[in-house]
């Protein structure tokens, strides 16, 4: 006997045509191996079914991230070498000009400088970054957690954290702007236990340029419209001087946020150090 | 700046022209569907947590090569299932006694709750048996009924004919179904298994 073993795995999924499942079904009738295969196979989808999809645990991406990074800093100072030589070749080609048409016309050393010097500038100029609107106007500042380590722990509490003030903001009528204030309650020392120097005090705040700078240039959403920077934060994470940048984003510019989204960047050259999110 | 609504190909483009937060989206996206993929080939969580490591790794390092033939999706699902053949290769030539592998699903403890830790125990039972099954085979039911993956896409992913999807797939299951029929005789009695299942 033939068996129609091509069929029964689109037999069992429910997904042949009329032509081959009346095929199946004359077969099944008049043979008990295929009968059981088909019930063995019925029960491995539906234990398969029931495999619930894990959550990603903290801290898997970020070494990705990190060598991402390195290697787009990489990129961009071999760009900027390139730049650097067409710019000083440039610069030697307007050299040759204008010392030419100086001596054709006779004009002065002088003025062939300044023109130098213009062109000059004007090959080695680098287009300013972007810059949207203030991504800083809808937090304090930076708050200052100095000597605070955050772990991938930390991490995980500050996004919940962040969600809940985030609902309390939303729900209260008027903000105070002190809901950051129990921020480092989220960071964990060396030990697991939490480095709060001013748990209930009051909380230091400096500018936010450098950090959002710093954030934008490590490509973190500063200037997308479905983010909102709802916390800055200078500290560490895992022993690293960082920006801890908290965002609360939702699927498209107009629409509820639906998530915080935890962006950690070194502060002494702006890569990403570690990514987190957390649904609302 | 990319977007949430960028398209995969147009996150890749972003990426080799030098955006820095789009690679960091492309991880951010399929970063779920990477690691349980390689939860469910390895069923350890530490080797998972390798395999999705060195999958974005090497998408990172071969992205320049990626032509845009196939979706990003297939790209970063095949990726992902070398690295997951890789570690386990690996891990065969281990030693046993530095494997630790039957430490990372412990037998069920005797359920004091019964709702919930069946499902639980049942859970477990189906790692375990997944396992059992060649990874052949075991990759085409990951990718199919746990992932639900149309079975060209598997076959994409695998560069197998569909054909070879239709047959891994039903031998597979059946393969799964016997094994999982063994963990459950065996109940709570804890050893390796030979790994031997009729397929």
């Known amino acids: 006997m033939t068996h129609p073993e091509e069929l029964l795995a689109d037999y069992v ?30 029960t491995a989808v539906q234990a398969l079914a029931a495999l619930e999809e894990e959550p990603v645990p903290l801290g898997v991406t970020g070494p990705v991230l990190s060598e991402a990074g390195r290697r787009s800093e990489r990129r961009r100072t071999e760009l900027w070498g390139r730049v650097q030589w067409i710019a000083g070749a440039a610069a030697a080609a307007a050299l040759v000009l204008v010392v030419a048409v100086s001596l054709d016309l006779g004009g002065s050393d002088d003025e062939a400088a300044r023109t130098l010097g213009g062109d000059a500038a004007a090959e080695s100029a680098v287009p300013a970054p972007e810059e949207g609107s203030d991504p800083s106007a809808t937090i304090e500042g930076v708050e200052q957690q100095i000597g605070v380590n955050y772990t991938d722990e930390g991490l995980r509490t500050l996004a919940q954290e962040s969600a809940v003030e985030r609902d309390a903001m939303l729900g209260a009528t008027a903000g105070d702007g002190a809901a950051g204030a129990t921020g480092a309650t989220g960071a964990t020392g060396g030990a697991g236990e939490a480095e709060t120097e001013d748990e209930g005090g009051d909380v230091a705040f400096a500018g936010p340029g450098p950090a959002i700078a710093c954030l934008r240039s490590a490509g973190a959403p500063v200037d997308a419209p479905r983010d909102r920077l709802i916390r800055l934060i200078e500290a560490e994470y895992e022993g690293t001087p960082a920006y801890i940048a908290v965002f609360s984003e939702g699927p498209g510019a107009d629409q509820a946020a639906d998530r915080v989204v935890i962006w950690v960047i070194s502060t002494g050259d702006c890569q990403i150090l570690t990514l987190l999110q957390q649904a609302l | 700046m990319p977007d949430r609504g960028d398209r995969d190909e147009d996150l890749v483009r972003r990426h080799l022209s030098g955006d820095r937060g789009a690679f960091a989206m492309l991880v951010e996206r399929h970063e779920r569907r990477v690691y349980n993929l390689a939860l469910r080939m390895t069923g350890r969580e530490e080797d998972a947590r390798d395999a999705t490591q060195e999958a974005f790794l090497t998408a990172l390092r071969k992205l320049s090569s990626f032509r845009g033939e196939a979706a990003f999706t297939t790209w970063m699902h095949r990726v992902t299932v070398n690295a997951c053949y890789d570690l386990l290769r690996k891990r065969q030539r281990q030693p046993l006694l530095d494997r630790g592998g039957e430490d990372e699903l412990p037998r069920p403890e005797p359920p004091p709750a019964p709702d919930h830790a069946d499902d639980t125990a049942f859970s477990i039972d189906v790692r375990r048996a997944l396992l059992e099954v060649p990874e052949d085979f075991r990759v085409v039911m990951i990718l199919h009924d746990v992932q639900d993956l149309p079975q060209d896409e598997v076959a994409a992913i695998l560069g197998v004919p569909v054909g070879t999807v239709k047959s891994r797939l039903h031998r597979g299951r059946i393969a799964l179904a016997r094994a999982l029929h063994v963990e459950r005789e065996r109940g709570g009695a804890p050893g390796p298994s030979d790994g031997s299942v009729t397929l």
């Open chain 1, 13 to 42: 999924d429910g997904t042949l045509g009329d032509d081959e499942r009346a095929v199946v079904v004359a077969h099944l009738e008049g043979c008990a191996a295929c009968r059981e295969e088909v019930e063995l196979a019925r």
